[in-house]
């Protein structure tokens, strides 16, 4: 399992942002009335921290979230920006 931190803020709480790596997206569709829609918005956040993750990065930030309902699917489209975090500096 992903431990990409995946946030709506445009930060993560007391870290700085050192290197961004792009957009990331995850997507996730199903049948619509199938059992499986209520797992969908899982599905794609997965799907883009999985894609962050390959990319190296510690975060995705900004963080939104666009149905997609049609009248045979229903879907989640998942998409932030992927970022790199500063390491912490060590006190002596």
């Known amino acids: 399992m ?25 997507e996730h569709y199903v049948g619509k009335g199938s059992p499986e829609e209520a797992v969908e918005y899982e599905r794609a956040m997965k799907t883009m921290a999985n894609e962050a993750e390959l990319l190296g990065a510690d975060a995705v930030v900004g963080v939104r979230l666009t149905p997609v309902v049609s009248d045979k699917i229903a879907g989640i489209f998942a998409y932030g920006t992927a970022v790199k975090l500063a390491r912490p500096r060590r006190t002596l």
């Open 2 to 26: 992903s431990k990409i931190i995946c946030t709506t803020a445009d930060e993560v709480a007391g870290h700085r942002v050192n290197t961004t790596l792009g957009v990331v997206v995850g």
